[in-house]
């Protein structure tokens, strides 16, 4: 039987500068974390249109969409939740080495997991993205009328009511959604990603 100590990493001969030179700008992950309804997959989904619109290579993971799949599997516990994150962390590594730029939607409410995120794709790689929005305000946006379950008790475990959110201490980009269009919200990040994201002469900031 197969142990880890039988499994080695293989690199092949086109590594992330290569894919980074053929795309024509670089590859890095935005984490937007916030509550439910706070707008993270809504300005993700946003911005990844503008980035393609300039033959950015962009990918969105959301939170929902990955619980259909990679993570079906996992229940909302606070260990399956570190878990989910981790799982998506692996993916967006594998993402940024072939050249993608990564916008990951998760609510991924607690500080730990999300340093571990940094730490998985690397520091220089990370870039926390803190969608800022009050509860009052998330559930007053909640067509699906989560939130007030989670206040009936119907829903175990929901960040913000039941269970914690610890917003970031230092994100790199902070968006408060409550004063912004979602226009205004994807422009803002947009800018900022491009402005991370560009190699000299590579990418038009203006265009």
């Given at each position: 039987?197969?142990?880890?100590?039988?499994i080695?990493?293989?690199?092949?001969e086109?590594?992330?500068?290569?894919?980074?030179?053929l795309?024509?700008?670089?590859?890095?992950?935005?984490?937007?974390?916030?509550?439910?309804g706070?707008?993270?997959?809504?300005?993700?989904?946003?911005?990844?249109?503008?980035?393609?619109?300039?033959?950015?290579?962009?990918?969105?993971?959301?939170?929902?969409?990955?619980?259909?799949?990679?993570?079906?599997?996992?229940?909302?516990?606070?260990?399956?939740?570190?878990?989910?994150?981790?799982?998506?962390?692996?993916v967006?590594?594998?993402f940024?080495?072939?050249?993608?730029?990564?916008?990951?939607?998760?609510?991924?409410?607690?500080?730990?997991?999300?340093?571990?995120?940094?730490s998985?794709?690397?520091s220089?790689?990370?870039?926390?993205?803190?969608?800022?929005?009050?509860v009052?305000?998330?559930?007053?946006?909640?067509?699906?009328?989560y939130?007030?379950?989670?206040?009936?008790?119907?829903?175990?475990?929901?960040?913000?009511?039941?269970?914690?959110?610890?917003?970031?201490v230092?994100?790199?980009?902070?968006?408060?959604?409550?004063?912004?269009?979602?226009?205004?919200?994807?422009?803002?990040?947009?800018?900022?990603?491009?402005?991370?994201?560009?190699?000299?002469?590579?990418?038009?900031?203006?265009?």
């Open positions: 039987m197969r142990s880890e100590k039988n080695c990493r293989y690199s092949g086109i590594k992330r500068g290569n894919w980074e030179c795309n024509g700008h670089k590859s890095v992950v935005f984490w937007f974390t916030g509550l439910s706070a707008g993270k997959s809504t300005i993700a989904h946003g911005v990844e249109k503008k980035l393609f619109d300039l033959g950015i290579r962009v990918k969105v993971f959301d939170g929902d969409n990955v619980r259909h799949g990679l993570c079906g599997d996992l229940s909302f516990s606070p260990e399956a939740r570190t878990e989910n994150i981790r799982r998506i962390s692996e967006a590594k594998l940024i080495d072939n050249g993608t730029v990564c916008l990951c939607a998760f609510i991924s409410p607690l500080r730990s997991d999300r340093e571990r995120v940094r998985i794709v690397g220089d790689n990370f870039h926390e993205v803190y969608i800022s929005c009050s009052e305000e998330c559930e007053r946006r909640d067509v699906k009328g939130y007030k379950m989670a206040r009936e008790g119907k829903i175990k475990n929901y960040t913000g009511i039941s269970a914690p959110y610890e917003a970031p230092e994100p790199e980009l902070t968006l408060e959604t409550e004063g912004l269009t979602v226009q205004d919200s994807v422009k803002r990040v947009a800018d900022y990603v491009l402005t991370v994201v560009a190699a000299e002469s590579m990418v038009d900031l203006d265009g």
